[in-house]
């Protein structure tokens, strides 16, 4: 069964790095997502995209953040300067089309020292 | 206003009985609901989609929308141990763009 794959399961980096945590979503999907969650709090979204353009960005996407498909399969998520409170789980996932039910990666857990 | 309600928990079932989980929303124009299982540490698992009033089965799970009354609920049937997780409800309003979750309710069977 086709799934949403991410890498890596666990990234730990210094507050004030850059991280680029990676996602193939899959192969039929045309609408990608990151969401995220903090430990022990609710899933939150964060952006999503479409045709090469974000399509709705939350409060939290902020300047730090950016989103990119830079080839037919991949999709990143990039933090410019992480800070302490970035530490979370990121989930990436994909849908059919608009609308349509999301299908979730496992998850990178990012944890900023 | 919470864009998306449930109650956090925990509830706890009897193993074999039903369990029931409610979800409420605050956007009239929402057109999708879904209903995700979460086990500590994991991504969300979808187990059941509706779009239309009423009540929708599949298995063990029966889902169950009310637009009027902005409320959709889940219903398992014959409770099993491995049923003990966090349920999430979450909805796509009126942008489609996003699917919104709600915290989520924990639900423990117990033997």
């Known amino acids: 069964e086709p799934e949403v794959t991410q890498t890596p399961s666990h990234q730990v980096t210094q507050m004030g790095q850059e991280v680029i945590l990676h996602c193939v979503p899959i192969s039929n999907h045309l609408y990608f997502y990151w969401y995220r969650q903090i430990l022990g709090q609710k899933v939150e979204f964060l952006v999503s995209?479409?045709?090469?353009?974000?399509?709705?960005k939350s409060e939290i996407f902020d300047d730090q953040f950016s989103v990119e498909r830079p080839d037919g399969s991949n999709f990143t998520l990039k933090i410019r300067s992480t800070k302490l409170e970035d530490s979370a789980m990121y989930f990436c996932?994909?849908?059919?089309?608009?609308?349509?039910?999301?299908?979730f990666g496992s998850g990178t857990q990012l944890s900023v020292l | 206003q919470k864009e998306v309600e449930q109650n956090s928990g925990p509830l706890s079932v009897p193993e074999g009985a039903i369990a029931s989980l409610n979800c409420t929303y605050s956007?009239?124009?929402?057109?999708?609901f879904f209903w995700y299982r979460q086990y500590s540490g994991k991504s969300p698992e979808l187990i059941m989609f509706i779009y239309s009033n009423g009540d929708k089965e599949d298995g063990r799970f029966t889902a169950q929308l009310n637009k009027a009354s902005q409320y959709v609920s889940l219903l398992i049937r014959d409770s099993q141990p491995s049923d003990s997780a966090t349920y999430l409800c979450?909805?796509?309003?009126?942008?489609?763009?996003?699917?919104?979750f709600g915290s989520g309710t924990r639900l423990s069977i117990r033997p």
């Open positions: 995209f479409y045709n090469n353009e974000i399509s709705e």
């Open positions: 979450a909805v796509i309003g009126s942008s489609a763009s996003k699917i919104i």
């Open positions: 996932a994909s849908s059919t089309g608009e609308g349509e039910k999301l299908f």
């Open positions: 956007d009239r124009g929402s057109q999708s």
